[in-house]
């Protein structure tokens, strides 16, 4: 008898472990320790876990629902600049020209006041709410439009990285108040406790795994209930499910919204731990790759989507760091040879190998004959 634990019980249980263990082995383990874990190494693994939340949120929408984005990484910036705003707020006097309210930036702009749609930020459970109203307010604008339209496929594929593409054209303005080509960076402190303290970057990275759990909580619920029937419907065949009396628009809608508040809130925990977010964060080509995360990992599998963003970027971390030209080709490779030899992913090809091996007690023997062979 074999005895497999479902893929989402390993998945959480690892990620509670990571969020004690980690930390623990950061803070309470000697430097001089070969189990010591170095503080770099803690906010590094920080950002792969919100690059994973990213990659949860596309995979929910493109692995479940058929909806290729190619422009989620804007919810994952208006998340981050989000929680970027609040930060900046509480830096106060401590700024370089020591303005009370005025960013540094605003005040080498010879602005005067600050904007209206500054205000209340200073609040951190206001701007942990706009982590993700806002996102989800933006894609509920984008999808309302889109999907009663009936746009599918490429169309809107190119239609979302056009998104991207313009927010990031516009955030690289000065006049529109988020520090322009600079982006929000020299961040101080969150709750009362400093950035740069091992504890505080410890407690980012536990916050960051039990998100990440509970993302993957979400999502699997939602794919395991009838909704996610419906989805996986939509995505197999759409207009059979229109004929059905299903309105598809607003079962699209609904995942979409969730989908860019996941991703809002996986920028809101990548700002803190990276220090900086600036309007980069929008280009169309960091979209594309967590497409690709997505994809390496196994469309379709939520777990897979974790694994492809983990390993993945910490290729990129390798290979940029000793051989950095080489690094856009490398991904371009794996790409393509993901998508020839291995079309469902790391997880997806795994479980399709697992499935076709027989079980010991599917191999029933002929029981042997008592007869005389002889006999007639």
């Known amino acids: 008898m074999h005895l497999r634990l479902p893929a989402a019980w390993v998945t959480v249980g690892l ?223 759409e207009s059979r499910v229109r004929f059905l009396g299903y309105r598809v628009e607003f079962y699209k809608l609904f995942v979409f919204v969730v989908s860019a508040g996941i991703a809002g809130i996986a920028g809101a925990l990548y700002v803190p731990q990276v220090g900086i977010i600036n309007p980069s964060e929008f280009a169309p080509a960091a979209s594309i790759e967590a497409v690709i995360w997505v994809a390496v990992g196994g469309r379709g599998t939520l777990h897979g989507a974790i694994l492809g963003a983990i390993l993945v970027n910490y290729a990129k971390t390798f290979l940029t760091g000793s051989l950095p030209e080489i690094w856009l080709f490398a991904l371009g490779a794996l790409f393509v040879a993901v998508t020839l030899f291995m079309p469902r992913g790391i997880v997806g090809s795994l479980s399709r190998g697992a499935d076709r091996r027989p079980s010991p007690s599917a191999t029933v023997e002929a029981p042997a004959s008592t007869a005389d062979p002889a006999a007639p």
């Open 15 to 237: 990620l509670l472990a990571a969020a004690i263990a980690v930390p623990l082995l950061n803070l309470a383990v000697p430097a001089s320790s070969a189990l010591h874990v170095p503080t770099w190494v803690v906010s590094l693994v920080g950002k792969y876990l919100c690059y994973a939340m990213l990659a949860l949120s596309i995979d929910l929408i493109w692995g479940y629902c058929g909806i290729l984005s190619l422009g989620h990484g804007a919810f994952f910036a208006l998340g981050g600049y989000a929680m970027g705003m609040h930060l900046m707020r509480q830096i106060g006097s401590r700024g370089v020209y020591g303005h009370p309210d005025l960013p540094d930036f605003m005040v080498f702009l010879n602005w005067k006041e600050l904007p209206w749609y500054w205000h209340g930020f200073d609040n951190f459970t206001f701007a942990l709410a706009m982590v993700a109203i806002v996102p989800g307010l933006l894609a509920f604008v984008f999808g309302w439009f889109a999907f009663r339209s009936r746009v599918t496929g490429v169309y809107l594929s190119i239609i979302s990285q056009a998104l991207t593409f313009a927010l990031m054209l516009a955030f690289f303005r000065n006049d529109m108040g988020f520090g322009g080509n600079n982006g929000l960076t020299d961040f101080k402190d969150i709750l009362g406790y400093g950035l740069q303290d091992d504890s505080t970057r410890a407690a980012l990275f536990a916050v960051s795994a039990l998100a990440l759990a509970a993302v993957y909580g979400l999502c699997r619920w939602i794919v395991g209930s009838r909704l996610g029937q419906v989805l996986v419907a939509i995505r197999d065949a």
